[in-house]
């Protein structure tokens, strides 16, 4: 069985933290409430002032829906004449996002003094988190979420752990049978909400249920 799911080389950074802080800018750029705004308290999204310090610490960001985000791509998949007739990968990511200690954590509490919207960086607990998302389209039209599994946490090993327990899965499922199973059973899970249509496929698959959006403030 070949699925031509392929894993990348991408692993997570187990460093929880940025630790150097932000050079050659101005005040304005703590002080401008506007640099925190559209704080994403329960996902990856930075906001502007998350963005310098991921430059400054070496970090690789990435557009994630018009937004930036620590993500990288996790596996891909070999796209044959017909890529669309069946089973296809939608996306399959890795995400982060840090917290901050040492100088980074310095700076950040000297301007709270002009800007106490600092605190929800200062807050943030350190986080990691998968994606995955196999969708399925067919020359008869049907269309649906062949499976979508997000899970995150607070804790490098445990996220790191259900990582590689995923590629196992994922790598070794055969997508086109799965396909005309749940279009064989349709009637017990399409009708669901989305919280039971995800346990139903979840229990499928053989996974633990989905955990994601975890609010990340201590």
């Known amino acids: ?18 630790d150097k802080p932000i050079n050659n800018l101005t005040e304005n750029v703590f002080n401008d409430p506007d640099n925190l705004g559209l704080f994403d308290q329960n996902g990856y999204r930075l906001t502007e002032i998350e963005k310098f310090f991921a430059v400054a610490n070496g970090a690789e960001i990435q ?10 791509d996790w596996m891909y998949k070999h796209m044959e004449s017909q890529p669309f007739d069946g089973p296809h990968l939608n996306h399959a990511f890795l995400f982060e996002r840090k917290g901050y200690r040492g100088e980074a954590l310095s700076q950040l509490k000297f301007h709270t003094k002009t800007n106490l919207l600092l605190y929800k960086l200062i807050n943030i607990r ?4 998968i994606d995955f998302s196999m969708d399925y389209t067919d020359r008869f039209g049907n269309t649906f979420e062949l499976l979508h599994y997000e899970y995150d946490g ?10 590689q ?13 799965a396909a005309r199973h749940l279009l064989k059973n349709k009637d017990k899970w399409h ?8 346990a139903w496929k979840c229990g499928y698959f053989g996974l633990p249920d989905e ?3 975890e609010v990340l403030w201590k």
Not at 63 to 72: G, Q
Not at 126 to 129: H, T
Not at 191 to 198: G, I, K, R
């Open 191 to 198: 009708n669901l909400d989305f919280f039971a249509q995800s």
């Open 154 to 163: 607070f804790e490098y090993e445990e996220i790191n752990e259900k990582k």
């Open 165 to 177: 327990t995923c590629e196992n899965k994922f790598l070794n499922t055969d997508w086109d049978f």
């Open 1 to 18: 069985m070949n699925n031509n799911l392929t894993l990348t080389n991408n692993q997570f950074n187990p460093i929880p933290y940025w």
């Open 126 to 129: 350190p986080k990691w988190g």
């Open 63 to 72: 557009n994630h829906r018009y937004e930036i985000a620590l993500r990288k």
């Open 211 to 213: 955990r994601f959006k």
